[in-house]
Nanobody
């Protein structure tokens, strides 16, 4: 089994930056990709970015050029660097892993961007 724990959320002014972390533990060798999602109040959860085991990266159009997904394999941790934040980025951010051990979600971390 895989466990994921997000951290790094908080309150930031528009134009600011935050870096989210997603620490993986357990059967990490089963992970083939890691992704970030977000869910704003009253809205459906939406995909933000994905990084695969070989390092292939994809972003949602709404964050392209502002967010950067990365990973530090030695620390079993994924990151989401968020720059030039906007009020519409306010949401609970979740990391998700995909792999042979199944599909796992973290508990989420709140990001609030004030105008």
């Amino acid at each position: 089994q895989v466990q994921l724990v997000e951290s790094g959320g908080g309150l930031v002014q528009a134009g600011g930056s935050l870096r989210l972390s997603c620490a993986a533990s357990g059967n990490i060798f089963s992970i083939n990709a890691m992704a970030w999602y977000r869910q704003a109040p009253g809205k459906q959860r939406e995909w933000v970015a994905t990084i695969s085991r070989p390092g292939i990266i994809n972003y949602a159009e709404s964050v392209k050029g502002r967010f950067t997904i990365s990973r530090e394999i030695a620390k079993n941790t994924g990151y989401l660097q968020m720059n030039d934040l906007k009020p519409e980025d306010t949401a609970v951010y979740y990391c998700r892993s995909f792999g042979t051990a199944g599909d796992v979600w973290g508990q989420g971390t709140q990001v609030t961007v004030s105008s």
